[in-house]
């Protein structure tokens, strides 16, 4: 049962340019939702998270948004670099400790220079 | 110092062999993770231990034993292995309290079953 989905699979964008990503969820329990980046070889990295108490939240160049009755939550990268050119997965789990990370499905983006 | 770490980082087996992967974390987190990432980068939770104490439990085939020496360490031990496992199995860890969800992976072991 796939609880978060993230679209789209792949993203190539030119440097300078705006990167959007979006994911879904399904379980309105849900209270904690991360981004994880992800560079060939290595293991996901905590990039940016949210609670649904807030629609924005922007650390440098990077801001989530989130859409609570949507069901909805994006990542927005501002002035692409090369070096942000990795796999970028979205997550949503229980702002417990001990909860699962339900993950999509990562999106590939390339950062073209 | 590297706060979440796994050996080996690369393991080729053939079919029907036991092998185990150990993590450790230097973090004095209480909660630690395995989780799977396959062929197409898809990441699944398989067990979480907290204090030593199993509390996630995926549907996993047994052949797969996860064991929790101390709080710092998470071991994988893998029975009769299949070429459906070869994917890379990443450890992870976290703090109890407020933010729990924020989980520190390790840089991932990787399986090869031939």
């Known amino acids: 049962q796939q609880q978060v989905k993230q679209s789209p699979q792949s993203l190539i964008v030119q440097k300078g340019g705006i990167s959007i990503i979006n994911c879904a969820y399904e379980?309105?329990?849900?209270?904690?939702f991360p981004w994880y980046q992800q560079f060939p070889g290595k293991g996901p990295a905590l990039l940016i998270a949210?609670?649904?108490?807030?629609s924005e939240k922007k650390e440098g160049r990077f801001t989530i948004s989130f859409n609570k009755s949507a069901k909805q939550f994006s990542l927005h990268i501002m002035d692409s670099q090369p070096g942000d050119s990795a796999t970028y997965f979205c997550?949503?789990?229980?702002?417990?400790?001990?909860?699962?990370?339900?993950f999509g499905e990562g999106t590939q983006l390339t950062v073209n220079p | 110092d590297t706060a979440v770490s796994q050996t080996p980082k690369y393991l080729v087996t053939q079919m029907g062999n036991d092998k185990s992967i150990k993590c450790e974390q230097n973090l004095g987190h209480d909660t630690m993770y395995w989780y799977k990432q396959d062929s197409k980068k898809f990441l699944k939770i398989m067990f979480s231990?907290?204090?030593?104490?199993?509390?996630i439990n995926e549907t996993v085939p047994n052949r797969f034993s996860p064991k929790s020496p101390d709080k710092a360490h998470l071991n994988l031990h893998i029975n009769s292995l299949e070429l459906g496992d070869s994917a890379v199995y990443f450890c992870a860890s976290s703090q109890e309290g407020r933010g729990g969800g924020t989980q520190y992976f390790g840089p991932g072991t990787r399986l090869l079953v031939l």
């Open positions: 997550a949503a789990s229980f702002d417990t400790s001990g909860s699962r990370l339900t």
């Open positions: 231990y907290n204090n030593k104490e199993l509390i």
């Open positions: 949210i609670r649904p108490d807030v």
């Open positions: 379980n309105t329990a849900f209270d904690y």
